[in-house]
């Protein structure tokens, strides 16, 4: 398969689909325990040197005739620059060759001139394009790999020659993936008479490959180079000042988060302990952003912070990636299929790691989405032909929650009275726990559909226009008006834009196909459960629907039902860790506020985590757990806030209440005078020979109901 360097500069196109390509065919080398030798170009000053004649060329190959090529021919023409140092400038000096770098047409016309370079390859050696360029061979007998490859490297040199490149050999790599322990040779391949060397890793679209394809190399420079960008969060988060917490989640997006996620769907088919080594990453700066102390669990880290674990988040990023490639048609992603003696080798061989598509299918049939995905066109109708879309809504003007519901009835009559001579339809969409349904009605008939589980209200509404303009296809009559409740239906349709919903644009289509055989349709807004008979009656049978539509789901809902379902998950994890104090109080994972001063905040969020420094600092210099001298228990947050007798007085003062919990305290709606209770107990002092030597003191007295401060660090 080509990969063609257009394909990375189109829309829901990138270089990801490069990636995935080159392990996917390192993978089946493995199962099939072959060698696969690829080999990684670089063009010396592509951009500089690439021919414009043959640019012009190509446009003419492709089709292209009238003012476009004379407009391109103009704007590379006759182009000059010269080199500036301080106020002094050079002569003019004429650009022969080459795009100007720097303006909008110039990757376009690149793109055009070097797709061709594709063409000269033979069928037995595959090619992707990304302006620099990767071929590799795969087979059994390394001789025949060479003899091929070294073929390819003669037709792109001659290729290069033709048409004004030139490939570098010094900066050109050669990498041979094998995983056979006997003794072989690498491969020699040549550019002219220089070789190519052979290396044992290769850095290729920002993610590095090795031979035996673990990924290590890759994963420990990723790590490295987070590290020194974690030092960014170290700066700007000290506990006493800094920026608030959603300020830092956003800058560790940014700066540290994405560098994890790139590509995380090709290099995530590592083994897990070397996966592993990233969480470490993810857990400091997770521990940065929200001020918790050091011995902190990373689960209560995780819901601290609402941020996904590694793993699950590189089950989404991977999963949403191959659902939009199969929205896509004509994707190179959906073409990498297995074949039959490829799945009976995996089945066979389980310690190979399958491939990128049969990881994604296997996160689809866990997550119990059985329906394919449904392609969108984004150039379904040309941009002469834009359909228009208008709808009436007669109850305009009227407030729903205000008017009576005889109001709506008696409008809807007067508007059927000057519509009479349109034939009424009304669709419905409606979604319960289990159930999706459509209804449409008819004036003699009914039709409703079950839709799957994970399909929206919205889709469901679309659904049933789309079925409504369908069932009328056939009608000798050319009047109809059909009416919904679902005005952002209506108002979806009546703005096209090439991001539309793919349900949307099927009722473009079908709706633009039935204008052109004289159907006369008009989309009227209704008002839901006013009282209008057809709106109740299709609202009625979409909510028993049990005749099941066996249609495509579109991305969408498949992105929100998946994204759902990991948080399902780490709900459910969640859910078992009883014993975990965040718990306690945050037994739901969601989001809470968050307060903009940094120094009450980690303290808050230290409090709710359950982790001080006074409370588990022993853990850390190996020393014996702090007790309490008056309850003989190891002091920890719940006992100081809720528990110790000692503070009774403390909390009916400002509490008002001598018996709360920690959700009173500390929930997602922290009590007013937390931080006052915590002042007036010294719990903001670092004095910890203070307060021991005043809790002993007190202790030996038993003066235990006198007013008295501890000073705990935090």
Known sequence: MHLPVAECFRRGRSSFDNLVLLETQIRNAFVRRNHLVSIFFDIEKAYDRTWR?????????????????????????????????????SDHFIQAEGVPQGSVLTVTLFIIHLSQILNCLPSYVHGSLYVDLQISCQGSNMNTIERQLQNAVNKLVAWCDKNGHTISAEKSRCVHFCRKRNIHLDPNIQ???????????????????????????????????????????????????????????????????????????????ARPTVLRRLDTIHHSALRICSGAFRTS????????????????????????????????????????????????????????????????????????????????????????????????????????????????????????????????????????????????????????????????????????IFCALQEISPSSQRNFIIYTDSMSSLETLSHYDTQMHPVGLEILSILQFLRNKSFNIIFCWVPSHVGISGNETADAIAKFASAFLPRALPYADIKKFFVSRLFYLWQQKWDLLTNNKLHSVKPSIGLWPILPIRQVDFKLSRLRIGHTRFTHKYIIFGERAPVCPTCHQNFTVHHILI??????????????????????????????????????????????????????????NHFEQFPFHIFIDF
């Open 53 to 89: 004649y043959g640019i012009l060329l190509t446009l003419f190959n492709f089709g292209f005739r009238g003012n476009l090529p004379i407009f391109l021919k103009n704007f590379l023409s006759h182009r000059t620059f010269r080199v500036s140092m301080g106020n002094f400038y």
């Open 643 to 700: 528990e110790c007798p000692s503070f009774k007085s403390h909390r009916v003062d400002h509490f008002h209440s001598s018996f709360v919990t920690l959700q009173d305290l500390v929930g997602e709606k922290h009590h007013p005078n937390i931080f006052n209770f915590l002042k007036t107990i010294g719990f903001f002092y670092e004095h910890l020979v203070l307060f021991t030597c005043f809790f002993a003191f007190l202790h030996l």
């Open 297 to 464: 669990p990373v689960e209560s880290l995780y819901v601290i912070c609402h941020q996904l674990p590694l793993h699950l988040r590189q089950q989404k990023i991977s999963a949403l990636y191959f659902f939009r490639a199969q929205s896509m048609p004509r994707h190179p992603i959906s073409q990498l299929t297995l074949t039959v003696s490829l799945h009976r080798l995996y089945a066979a061989r389980p310690s190979h790691i399958l491939p990128f598509c049969e990881r994604a299918k296997m996160l689809l049939h866990d997550s119990d989405l059985n329906g394919t995905i449904q392609s969108s066109d984004f150039f379904c109708f040309p941009p002469w032909d834009i359909p228009q879309f208008s709808y009436l809504n007669p109850f305009s003007g009227f407030d729903k929650s205000s008017t009576a519901p005889v109001t709506f009835q008696q409008l809807f009559h007067h508007h059927r009275y000057q519509y009479s001579s349109f034939i009424p339809i009304f669709t419905d969409g409606s979604k319960s726990d289990g159930h999706v349904g459509c209804g449409v009605v008819f004036p003699s008939d009914t039709l409703s559909y079950r839709l799957y589980n994970c399909c929206s209200v919205f889709i469901a509404e679309l659904v049933a």
């Open 191 to 269: 550019i002219r008479i220089a070789p190519i060397p052979v290396v044992n890793e290769i850095r290729f679209l920002g993610v590095i490959f090795d031979r035996k394809l673990t990924f290590l190399p890759h994963i420990l420079h990723l790590r490295k180079k987070c590290e020194r960008s974690l030092n960014i969060l170290k700066v700007l988060s000290r506990t006493s000042w800094g920026a608030d917490r959603t300020s830092l989640l956003r800058i560790y997006q940014a700066v540290i988060l994405s560098s994890i996620d790139y590509e995380c769907m090709v290099y995530g088919s």
